[in-house]
């Protein structure tokens, strides 16, 4: 069976899990190690993208993955891409979680909006090459 890796800032909800389980046929779903999920979770969004970071997830997807194993990647858009890439390019299966989203927006001050979203896990779904 394979197996799902996130790279992604949450954790799954019981329906994600349940999908994971039932449509990948995956046996482990293995989250980051505290130190890479901290990294992970909170890219700075300050400048351009650390190469040093990039390449501490690419040596962990190296050493910790096979191929033909799932990894879902949501997150930063630029770290995202890259990922992604790296997946396709590396014989691994990169996915998205898609969702139906209900959002209300609320002005709370003068230039700030209080946003709230609830979120309905759908299912995963292959990024296109």
């Excluded at 989250?31 to 040093?52: A, M």
């Excluded at 191929?67 to 990922?83: H, K, P, R, S, T």
């Excluded at 001050?109 to 709230?116: A, C, D, L, R």
Aim: proline fraction near 4%; charged fraction near 30%; hydrophobic fraction near 30%.
């Amino acid at each position: 069976m394979q197996k799902l890796f996130l790279l992604f800032s949450h954790t799954l909800t019981p329906e994600q899990i349940q999908d994971a389980k039932q449509t990948l046929h995956c046996s482990d779903i293995i989250y980051l190690p505290e130190e890479l999920q901290e990294k992970w979770s909170h890219v700075d969004p300050v400048g351009d993208l650390d190469d040093r970071v990039i390449q501490e997830f690419i040596t962990y997807l190296k050493d910790m993955t096979s191929e033909n194993d799932y990894i879902l990647i949501q997150g930063d858009f630029g770290l995202c891409y890259v990922m992604v890439k790296w997946c396709q390019e590396n014989d691994r299966i990169p996915l998205y979680s898609t969702t139906y989203r209900n959002s209300k927006d609320k002005n709370i001050e003068k230039g700030k909006i209080q946003k709230t979203q609830l979120f309905k896990h759908i299912n995963f779904r292959r990024y296109p090459k």
